[in-house]
């Protein structure tokens, strides 16, 4: 079920398309200017 799946993370919740959507226009905007080749992990703390 959905909250034994949002429980594996460390946020404990799902991601949502915005949460995605955020992370590009933040990429896209002046302010990511200098970053550049990066890999970002979006998974609510997953991995940690």
């Known amino acids: 079920d959905e909250q034994a ?3 594996l993370h ?3 919740k799902l991601g949502t398309p915005e949460d ?3 992370l590009m226009y ?3 905007s002046e302010e990511a200017s200098w970053i ?4 970002v992990t ?3 703390g ?3």
């Open 5 to 7: 799946t949002a429980d």
């Open 26 to 28: 933040f990429l896209s």
């Open 36 to 39: 550049t080749g990066e890999v």
């Open 20 to 22: 995605i959507s955020n």
């Open 42 to 44: 979006i998974d609510g």
């Open 10 to 12: 460390a946020l404990k």
């Open 46 to 48: 997953y991995l940690l």
